[in-house]
């Protein structure tokens, strides 16, 4: 039984992460902690917890930072939707998230269970990044912490430069990049080469079940977002593919062990993860980037998930 903590920005990508870890019964999602992000933070709790709800799973929700570190607040409502979910008529208010701040959680879990949690985070870095902060100790205690985070080939979804969880808090990214923690990072990339469904795919999961329905339909706006912004043929699912890794390491086909920093002061590239693929600096290996994905490994854990 793998222990897990989520920490995500829950919108339609994140959503559907979850519906992988909380239907997997070899999975024990001890916390699911929201950090501000894609949406505010009252509606990505909010997103959070129906979509633990719509899996059955009793896993808490706790709320995080509201905020990044220094800068202000950048939303995706242009890429998930006005509610994150696609604005497809889900009621996602009235939900109560549990009483600890997200921060305090993950120090707790961390501590009470050393070296067996697999920490997985689906938004910017801010929650991990103040936990840090407050707890050093806890970069030793996780057995992996995997991120959808930058991009290993340098191409960016909001600037040319820069991933949106990156870009978002790039002072928070630098402090868990700088960490020492497991860290494994699937960037943008692997989701547009290896993880983007077309809408014949997506229509496939809607007819798995009412799981497949909501995976599907609440890619709405993304689906509009993909064909106009970033020209792909469908929808990616960046947070979904980085589940799948944590979920199941054998599903990335290519991994290598580089230098990696966070620019956090360029004027055109600030949020860039800077890969040192060629070992041109001194500096130490410290983070595994995720560089291809096994597409078919993936959506038959995607039609496993939505088929519970
Ligand atoms: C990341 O940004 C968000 O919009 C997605 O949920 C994902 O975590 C992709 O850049
Ligand atoms: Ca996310």
Redesign the pocket.
């Known amino acids: 039984m793998t222990r897990m903590i989520i920490d995500t920005?829950t919108?339609s990508?994140?959503a559907v992460a979850l519906v992988l870890a909380l239907t997997d019964a070899d999975v024990d999602v001890l916390a699911i902690t929201v950090v501000a992000?894609?949406v505010p933070l009252e509606m990505g709790v909010q997103n959070a917890i129906y979509t633990r709800d719509l899996c059955r799973s009793t896993a808490p929700v706790h709320a995080g930072a509201d905020r990044p570190l220094l800068r202000e607040q950048v939303l995706?409502h242009d890429?998930?939707g006005a509610d994150g979910m696609g604005d497809i008529g889900l009621p996602l208010t009235g939900g109560e998230p549990a009483p600890d701040h997200a921060v305090d959680v993950l120090i707790e879990l961390a501590r009470r269970y050393p070296g067996e949690i697999t920490l997985v985070t689906?938004?910017p870095l801010t929650n991990i990044a103040l936990a840090l902060r407050k707890a050093p100790d806890i970069a030793g205690l996780f057995d992996r912490v995997v991120m959808?985070a930058g991009t290993g080939d340098g191409t960016g979804?909001v600037t040319p430069a820069a991933?949106?969880?990156v870009y978002v808090d790039p002072e928070a990214a630098d402090v868990v990049f700088r960490s020492g923690m497991p860290l494994e990072m699937v960037g943008?990339d692997v989701s547009r080469n290896d993880a983007t469904l077309t809408a014949a795919d997506g229509e496939a999961l809607a007819a798995l079940g009412p799981l497949g329905e909501f995976c599907n339909g609440i890619q709405r706006q993304l689906l509009e977002f993909c064909r106009t912004v970033t020209h792909l043929d469908g929808f990616d699912l960046?947070?979904p593919v980085t589940m799948a890794v944590a979920l199941d390491p054998s599903v990335a086909t290519r991994v290598v062990h580089v230098p990696v920093a966070v620019e956090t002061t360029g004027s055109q590239t600030a949020g860039m993860t800077v890969c040192d693929h060629l070992g041109v600096t001194d500096r130490p290996a410290n983070v595994k980037v995720v560089l291809a994905a096994d597409r078919d490994r993936f959506l038959s854990m995607l039609h496993r998930a939505c088929a519970r």
């Open positions: 920005d919108a990508d994140d992000g894609n995706a890429v998930h689906l938004g959808m979804n991933e949106f969880n943008w960046p947070d």
